[in-house]
T-cell receptor
Framework: AQSVAQPEDQVNVAEGNPLTVKCTYS??????LFWYVQYPNRGLQFLLK??????LVKGSYGFEAEFNKSQTSFHLKKPSALVSDSALYFC????????????FGAGTRLFVKA | NAGVMQNPRHLVRRRGQEARLRCSPM?????VYWYRQLPEEGLKFMVY????????ESGMPKERFSAEFPKEGPSILRIQQVVRGDSAAYFC????????FGQGTRLTVV
């Protein structure tokens, strides 16, 4: 069975500084990995995905994530944080060999201070 | 191409009533998922459906909750005899590779 862990409930960063939101996963087959962002009282918006290919994937709003197979991680990164990046971020995984069921992490709340 | 459409956006029910939440997937998507999000918490998987089939309902409470995705029409999440603990945001998603989410239905049980 697949699972996702986001070890940090909250991440605080100053505007202009780099940010990292951590995610580790467990699947039996090849992982399909995703990041989503949720703003208050809204649904989830897709940011980026890793299916295959380059380990560094680039997504919306300047975000990127690095797939690390040996560490089973898929950390979300951005070189320079904006106050408007403050939101709830979810990592998700799907077993590429096992259908379409997508499992989400518990979420990490990002606060960017001006 | 319209996104995933959920309605109603907000639903208020008294304890003991039934709640029906509707979800129309993106055009061309035949996989639908329902998730529940309690206040200040993450997403909990409830059920995964394809047209006319429930594929995985491992996250559904054993009683009062049911879901369907008929050949024609939207997917329906039905909660019978609602209780205050059912108050949450219910999100529907449909997928090809990545999942696309609706705006959610916020259920309040009073």
């Amino acid at each position: 069975a697949q699972s996702v862990a986001q070890p940090e409930d909250q991440v605080n960063v100053a505007e202009g500084n780099p940010l990292t939101v951590k995610c580790t996963y467990s699947v039996s087959g090849n992982p399909y990995l995703f990041w989503y962002v949720q703003y208050p009282n809204r649904g989830l918006q897709f940011l980026l995905k890793y299916i295959t290919g380059d380990n560094l994937v680039k997504g919306s709003y300047g975000f990127e994530a690095e797939f690390n197979k040996s560490q089973t991680s898929f950390h979300l990164k951005k070189p320079s944080a904006l106050v408007s990046d403050s939101a709830l971020y979810f990592c998700a995984v799907r077993d590429g060999a096992g259908g379409f069921k997508t499992i989400f992490g518990a979420g990490t709340r990002l606060f960017v201070k001006a | 191409n319209a996104g995933v459409m959920q309605n109603p956006r907000h639903l208020v029910r008294r304890r003991g009533q039934e709640a029906r939440l509707r979800c129309s997937p993106m055009k061309g998507h035949s996989h639908v998922y329902w998730y529940r999000q309690l206040p200040e918490e993450g997403l909990k998987f409830m059920v995964y459906l394809q047209k006319e089939n429930i594929i995985d309902e491992s996250g559904m409470p054993k009683e009062r909750f049911s879901a369907e995705f008929p050949k024609e029409g939207p997917s329906i999440l039905r909660i019978q005899q609602v209780v205050r603990g059912d108050s949450a945001a219910y999100f529907c998603a449909s997928s090809d590779t990545e999942a696309f989410f609706g705006q959610g239905t916020r259920l309040t049980v009073v």
